[in-house]
Each structure stands twice: as C-alpha cells, then as structure tokens.
C-alpha cells in the first residue's frame, strides 16, 4: 500500500537543500504573515485536493491568524501530553481522525518587486507537516515543525492575485520524531515569506570565526556558495570570500557580547554581518571558550506564549532574553527544536551561551520497550538527517551556539550516531551534546539530567562508574531543578557542587515557563482542562516564570544561587570576601555599596570600593566602623553589587548579586507576666488580663477586643508538586504518605484546662481518625494585662514514619485585614531549602499580594524568618525566626482547588505562624527534599514561642 504523503517517513520533496537564514540588506522581502482563509477537516482527506486549483471559491470558509494555531483560534482543542503518543504506535501510520487545517492566502506583490533572479517562498514552522501549492501548482512537501523550509517559486508569481493554498494535518509521520512533553498545536506557527533572491546573491554562507586567546587573535573565513568580498571596517579586513585572514579582536563570549559589523558583498546582494570571534573545544576534560572553563548558569527554554502557543512576537522572544540577563542567567539550551532564529539573534546580541537542540524526541517508545524506534531504524535515518542538517545550516553563524544537540529522549540508535557523524563532519568548531545514551559515544560533553547531589557529587570527584571513554568528559546537568509549582528546592547545594568540582560545568533548570493556556474559565489551563482522553495534567506548568512571564520565586532564587559575585564575610569584625565568579568580565562594570540597618531600618549607608578583580580573583575588602551599638537592636549590614553603568539588557542600578551579615542578634523575647487566669462566673470563659478563653476546650477566643478563631497546632499543607512527587513512580509520594497518616484530618482532644497562678495550661492530644499516632500538644499561655505570650510545645507519640509538612500555629482574623508587615525574610516566598533569595528587612504588602499565583493552587507565599508580624490589627513577635502565611482561604480550600479561580475569598484571614517546616525538593522530577530539610516529628518535643500585642489603638 502506497501511503499518503504525511504517513510517508520520507522528511520532504520539492524543498530546497537547506541554508543560513539571513536578511539581505537590499532583497526585497514579503511577509506573507496576517489573516488567512482556513477549513478545518476531521480527517486527512475529508476533502479532495481541489482548494488549491485556481478560481476556488473559498468565500465559505473561515479566517485565521497565520503565524498560529488553529487549536488556539476556535478550532479544535490542544491537547498535552508528556511521554506518551496520543495515539496508537505504529510508525509511521497515523490515526484516520487526523484535524487537517486548509490554507488559502491570495498575495500581490508589491509594485516594486523586482522582475530579474528567483524568489523563494519560505516557512519557519508548521507543525507536523505541510503540503505547498502556489497558482495552483502543486510545490511539495515537507516535515519537521520548527524547521525552516524553502520553495523556489519564481516562475509562479505574478504581480497580483497569487494563491498559496497549505494543507497541514495535526499527525504525520513526523509526529513520532517530536514527542516532546508540550502541547501539540497544529498549525503554520511561525511566519510565512516571500524572498526575492538577485542573480549573484549569495545563497548560503558560513561564517568561521575564531578567536586565539593566546594571542588575542581573531581568525575570519567566510565561506560564501557563490564568491564575494568580506568586510570588517573596525578590523580593517577587506578579503575575498574562502580567504582567511587573522587579526587583533576582541572576543565574542557571553558575558562580553562583542560583535563586529561585516558585510558579506557577492555581485547579486550585501549581506550585513555581525561576526563574534570565539573558540568552543574540550581541553583537559573541560569545556572551554577562548581557552577558559565555563560554568552555565543555564535554563530549558520551550517557546511559549498563554495566548499564541509557540507562535512568539519578537518582543516575547526579547522579553525572554532580558529576563534571563536580568536573573543572571548565561546559557539556554532550546528544548527540545531549534528556536525561531531571531532568538538566536537575541542571544548573539546580549550574550547567552546556547545548546541549539534539533527537533527529535521519540519519548513514546519507550512505553512499548522502544520496539520501533525510528532513531534505531535505518528508514528513517534520512529523516533524521534532515533535521541536524536543517538545524545546523539554519544556525550556523550564530557565535551564541556552542553546542549541537542531536535531539532529546530519543533511547539510542545507528541513527543518532549517523547525526553525529554528519554534524561533525559540517561543523567542527562546536560540541556535541546529547543526554539519551549513557555510553556518551557520539558526544563531547556526558550529560544527564535530574541526577541527585549525592550522585552529581561523585560524577564531580570522578568516582562514578561507566563507560570508560566517558570519565575524561566534562560533565552538565542538561535538565536538573524542576521548576513545577513551589520550588525548586536544593539549587543551592547543586550550585555549590557546580563550584567546587571542575569537571561539572554547571546545568540548565528544568524548565524556562510554565506551559498554561489563557482559559475565560480557569485562569490558565493545564492538560485535561480541555478534555483530552490522555494528558498529564500540569506536568506542563513547571517554569521558572508563570506562563504571563511574571518571575517566579522560582527565578529570583535561581538569581541569587547563580549570581556571578559571591560576597561574604564577618559581621561584627566588618571584613568582605568579594569573589568574581565570572569566566571572562572583571568587576570594573559593578558599583558595590553598603548599608547598615537597625530593625530593618537603613541608619547608614555608602560606597565600598572593590577593585576590579578579575574573573576567578578575590579581594577582602573592610567595611567603614559600624555606628554605635545598641544591645536592644537587630543590626546587620547589606552589600550589594549593581550595574555601574546602563548595559543593553538593564540599567544602571540593577542588583546582580548581594549579602547580608549579621552584627548583633536581637535579645531574647521578653516573657510577659502578672495576670492570673479568671473564670467567668457561667464557667464559660476565663479571662487571662485581655484575652479571653472558651473554659471547655481551652480555645483562645479575642484578644484585646480581637476576635480570634480556631487557634491551635497546624501541621498540614495543600501539598506541592513537589510534594506530590512522579505520578508515575511506583512508590508513594510524601504527600500521599501524609494524606494516608490523615495529616490532613487531625482532630484535637481536649485533655485538660488548667487556669494556674502562673497563666493558663491547655493539654491536648492531636491525631487522625484511624491512626494511633499522635501529637501532644500543650499550649502555655500567661500576659501581663496587655500583651500575651503564647508557648507551645509538641511532644510527638509513637514512631512518625514521614517528615511533617510544618509544625506552627494557625488562626483565623475574621473581618477586614488587608496590610500585612513585617521584620524578616522578603520581600518573596521563602522555605526552608528555597530561602536564598529571602533578605533579612521590613516589609509591606497586602494578603492577596502574599499569594504566588502557582498554576495549581499549593502551598505558598510564605515568609521567612520573621521577628515579628502585624495583620489585622495583631502583631505578634517571636524569637524563633518562624514563617508565616496570611490567605483569605483554609489550607483545605487551598488543596481542594484545581485551579486558581476555584479560590475565592472569605471574611476571615487565616495566618499560620511555622517554627518549622519541610523543606520543597524537586521530586516532581528529581531528588525530594535533602535530609537537612527534612521536618523530622521525632525525636520531641518541639516548643515555639510568640507574644501577641495590638498594633492599632
Ligand atoms: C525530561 C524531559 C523534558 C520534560 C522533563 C520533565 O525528561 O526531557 O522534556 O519532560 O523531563 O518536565
């Protein structure tokens, strides 16, 4: 049986051999980008081919946005999943119900368009596949979605009412090379082009510049398809195409973007250039660029947008790119296809290392034992092929690419390795990464992902087993830190390996954004919201920005993990250590300053002058004497270390690394005293100075004519992604752990009220229904008439087998509480391994502002550290640094909600005040919270402390 096109493994006909993608500076260029007509079809071949003849009446149809999707305009619905094929494996058929979108677009072309060469017609992205007619005649074909394709149409065109007709179906053969964990969006989703290509032009191009870093030389060649001139004003070069010449440069890296304008002259076009020198290699094991090691500091990056899918306006790719330099981050690698290449323009611009990755992923087949897989399948190797070759002659001149990546999740096979020998017979001046096969045969880099410290720790030493030739690799974390919900916790400890062990050269979080769909109902939506069969729910919401690209906690901790300057130093003795962490820049583009704050409050401040250290260096520098001491205070100082001067990507002023160190710990919380504990003369209530207790149960009732609700023990939270661990794990989550123990139904006993000359004792037994664990709970309260001090201690009974999720008090404030302030941690979330980022001030906000919009509601918007709180009119102080949470919903309201707008306010603020809690991990994919983090519930007992006072009288 002859199979249609689309179910063919063959990747194209019709398209040209593929090429740099560029802008001539004098080619007329036609977008072909706006409102088309589009037919939606259940199947491949609902309808004939017909639409694409000359005169069809298309009056009938519909209209779309071309560059999109149509599952994202009205038709259709987007569907996610993870690993798994929506549909039956059996390469390369695809299902019958296959949603085929018709094109038809009628163009003129501009009246000065010109009349000599070619013209090309060209498309950056339809996925899965597409079928070409222009004026009727029939183009080709292609695959491979988030590659570029081209059609030579000159002889086609004519001034006025040309038609483009495009046929694209949802599945091809091509949909079991791009398996990849995101939706699946058909459609034309990036521009469409109409070139006019001048006799003489040059065609393809490749641009080899490298840099000598021992003698600060740059080596140009431009090798050019049809001869030319090469110019470099700045440098002085004037050489023919082919013609290498050598000269003084500086060189392109990173963090020193340097590029030189260039043109490239054939007889037909000029070709603006902008050439950065640099030389990627492996020396001694290590990755290196103009001869020095370098650490990434990297992120995952899908193209994504709420609204348009992976159709990206340049201002979103940009908005990207800025957020990135801004969060200090230097390396993206492009999961898992080639970015639109103005990313990659992006990038060259404003300095970003980038794994350039090519659009392959096979996941699926790993659910059936990888019978079939096309990358073991010699059919299919063409395909493959195809795609390194698309890739690289694509992306070839881009100095941000260091590395080729052959595809992700793929297993192993002969045609993997055939990539591999092709990409490096291209192009040798770059690495090759790719993470599938442990045996690191095809690669220069040994690469894995969502490995635990332990294990990352002995890659790090050289202790870990496997393949020989893989132990002299340099080694990354091509995907590590799942950024799903709350979290990721542990960066930190992952950095500090990074920083120790030479061999491992940092890693790329998993992943940039969360994958959320702009919904009218529910906010953003996740797999299954639109009723997919098969879905992995909000597996797609794991970034490091929300899916608006609002920075998540997730990001400014990252930023502060990663920053490119460590300060630290002693406090009380005012001594700095300023290590420049950078691989190439000084410090001379840093201002450094201090503060030194009381209670929070700036009381001095000033420069420090740091010199510019070189990359690699330290200096200890001293702080200016510290103004006088004053034993009732907190006093600390702040360094920080800001842009001296505006750069392209934020301006002066902007914070790029910092530290606080402590001076003087406040004293210890005064205890007070003097009331003594008065029943009512109902035996209702007993009063203890101004607060008021039910005389049954103990409860605390109001406080200085405050009413208070429920206040006790808390040890439950809505679980996190990370709580909820792998769905598809065998073994039991922690959170599933807790909600089997009944952590989320514990119930409180009251075993006794005992009002006593030194205050009010209230014992009581927490525990869930079935269960004989429990915790016991006594809470001592005593007040000197006006403000009221609150201890309690947990004495844990029998053996916990989990770690708690928190151990604090919780209480609700009915009525209006809206600011919340406080001294500690902020101004973002913060928990026990995700703190880094959480500086020690005052802070201000209102409760619905202390809420992080996490996709699927969870445990969040906690601060750390606090000395003290004020909300609704309470302030309480304590001197055990806990967390607080302020929300307008319970905890149980908060886990039951699916999605944000499932969460709708009550009158009442609930505050949870933690002495202690578990930490978040990143077991949503990856190694759970590290034992340090753990809230162990034995050995007891635990107390905690607070004084409750009234702010507003
Ligand atoms: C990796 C994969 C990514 C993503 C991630 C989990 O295995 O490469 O595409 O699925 O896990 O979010």
Redesign the pocket.
């Known amino acids: 049986m002859e199979l249609p096109h689309h179910e063919d493994v063959s990747p194209a006909s019709g398209t040209l051999a593929p090429r740099t993608w560029y802008a001539a500076s004098d080619a007329a260029t036609l977008s072909l980008d706006g409102r088309w007509r589009f037919r939606l079809s259940p199947t491949a071949d609902a309808e004939d081919e017909t639409f694409a003849a000359e005169g069809y009446d298309c009056g009938a149809w519909d209209e779309i946005a071309v560059p999109g999707h149509w599952v994202l305009q009205g038709h259709g619905a987007p569907q996610y999943t993870?690993?798994l094929y929506p549909f039956p494996v059996d390469p390369p058929r695809v299902p019958t119900e296959n949603p085929t979108g018709d094109h038809l677009h009628t163009f003129d072309l501009p009246a000065d368009w010109p009349r000599d060469g070619e013209a090309l017609l060209r498309f950056d992205g339809v996925e899965s596949c597409a079928r070409v007619w222009l004026n009727g005649t029939a183009l080709g074909d292609f695959k491979g979605s988030r590659l570029t394709h081209e059609f030579a149409v000159g002889e086609l065109l004519r001034p006025e009412g040309n038609v483009l007709a495009v046929r694209v179906h949802q599945w091809s053969a091509g949909s079991y090379l791009e398996d990849?964990?995101q939706w699946w969006l058909p459609g034309i989703f990036r521009g469409v082009t109409l070139l006019h290509r001048p006799e003489g032009c040059a065609r393809d191009f490749f641009v080899h510049a490298a840099y000598d870093h021992r003698a600060g030389t740059g080596t140009l060649r431009v090798d050019s398809e049809v001869q030319g001139r090469v110019t470099v004003p700045e440098l002085g070069i004037d050489v023919p195409t082919g013609e290498q010449v050598v000269v003084p440069v500086e060189p392109w890296t990173a963090e020193t973007p340097r590029r030189y304008d260039a043109t490239l002259a054939t007889p037909g076009e000029r070709i603006p250039l902008r050439i950065g020198f640099r030389t990627v290699a492996v020396e001694d094991g290590l990755i290196t660029v103009n001869g020095r090691p370098v650490l990434f500091r990297g992120v995952?990056r899908h193209e994504f947008h709420p609204e348009t899918g992976r159709t990206l306006g340049l201002d979103t790719m940009r908005a990207d790119v800025l957020l990135m330099k801004r969060h200090n981050i230097n390396a993206v690698r492009t999961?898992?296809y080639p970015p639109h290449p103005a990313f990659l323009d992006l990038c060259d611009e404003f300095g970003l290392w980038v794994i350039d990755e090519c659009d392959l992923?096979t996941?699926g087949f790993q659910a059936v034992g990888w019978r079939g897989n096309p990358v073991d399948d010699d059919r299919w190797t063409p395909a493959l092929l195809d795609r390194a070759a698309r890739m690289v002659e694509r992306d070839k001149n881009h100095p941000s690419v260091v590395v080729w990546s052959l595809g992700?999740?793929c297993g192993t096979g002969r045609g993997l390795r055939a990539m591999a020998e092709w990409v490096r017979a291209r192009d040798g001046s770059r690495l090759l990464h790719y993470e599938g096969d442990r045996s690191c045969a095809d690669t220069d880099v040994y690469s894995r992902?969502?490995a635990d410290h332990a294990e990352v720790e002995r890659i790090g030493r050289g202790e870990d087993e496997g393949p020989r030739e893989r132990g002299g690799l340099p080694f990354i974390l091509c995907?590590y830190a799942?950024a799903?919900g709350n979290g990721p916790g542990g960066l930190g400890e992952y950095q500090r390996l990074f920083e120790t062990y030479r061999r491992l050269q940092g890693g790329f979080v998993?992943?940039w954004i969360d994958h959320g769909i702009a919904h009218p109902e529910h906010g953003f939506a996740y797999g299954g919201d639109f009723g997919e069969e098969l879905h992995d729910g909000n597996?797609v919401c794991?970034g490091l920005v929300f899916p608006d690209r609002t920075p998540s906690p997730g990001l400014v901790e990252y930023k502060k993990v990663i920053e490119p300057v460590r300060i630290e130093g002693h406090g009380p003795d005012g001594t700095v250590g300023i290590t420049n962490l950078h691989d190439f820049a000084d410090l001379s583009h840093l201002a450094f300053t201090w503060s030194f704050e009381k209670d929070g409050r700036t009381v001095a401040d000033g420069v420090l002058a740091v010199p510019p250290v070189g990359p690699g260096g330290r200096a200890e520098v001293k702080l200016p004497p510290p103004p006088r001491r004053d034993p009732d205070a907190e006093t600390q100082w702040t360094v920080r270390a800001t842009l001296a001067e505006d750069t392209a990507w934020a301006p002066a002023g902007h914070l790029v690394a910092w530290a606080q160190l402590p001076v003087e710990q406040r004293v210890m919380l005064p205890v007070p005293g003097g009331a003594a504990p008065v029943r009512d003369a109902a035996g209702r209530r007993i009063t203890l100075g101004a607060a008021t207790f039910d005389a049954r149960s103990g409860t605390l009732l109001s406080f200085r004519d405050r009413e208070i609700r429920e206040l006790g023990l808390d040890v439950w939270r809505a679980p996190t992604d990370n709580d909820n661990g792998m769905p598809w794990r065998p073994e039991p989550s922690v959170a599933a752990r807790w909600r089997a123990l009944g952590l989320d139904r514990m119930r409180h006993r009251v075993d006794a009220v005992e009002p006593g000359a030194d205050g009010l004792t209230v014992r009581t037994r927490v525990a869930a229904a079935a269960s004989d664990l429990a915790l016991r709970t006594e809470y001592h309260w005593v007040s000197d008439g006006s403000r009221l001090h609150l201890r309690m201690t947990v004495t844990p009974q029998g053996d916990w087998p989990v770690p708690l999720p928190r151990i604090g008090i919780r209480f609700g404030l009915p009525g209006a509480a809206d600011r919340v302030r406080w001294f500690g941690g902020g101004p973002g979330e913060a928990y026990p391994d995700t703190a880094a980022a959480s500086m020690t001030g005052l802070w201000e906000s209102d409760v619905d502002a202390l809420q992080t919009p996490y996709v699927r509601p969870q445990e969040n918007g906690a601060r750390a550290g606090v000395r003290w709180v004020e909300v609704g009119g309470l302030r309480v102080e304590s001197d055990s640094a806990p967390a607080f949470t302020a929300r307008r919903w319970t905890t149980r309201q908060l886990d039951a909600a699916r999605h944000r707008t499932d969460l709708t306010p009550g009158d009442t603020v609930w505050v949870n005040l933690d002495s202690a809690r578990h930490g978040i991990g990143t077991q949503s994919?990856g190694p759970g919270v590290l034992p340090r983090y753990e809230l162990r519930a034995t050995p007891g007992p635990t107390s905690f402390s607070c004084v409750f006072s009234r702010t507003d009288e």
């Open positions: 993870n690993q990849q964990d995952n999961s898992h992923e996941h992700n999740e992902m969502y995907e799942h799903m998993w992943e597996f794991d994919c």
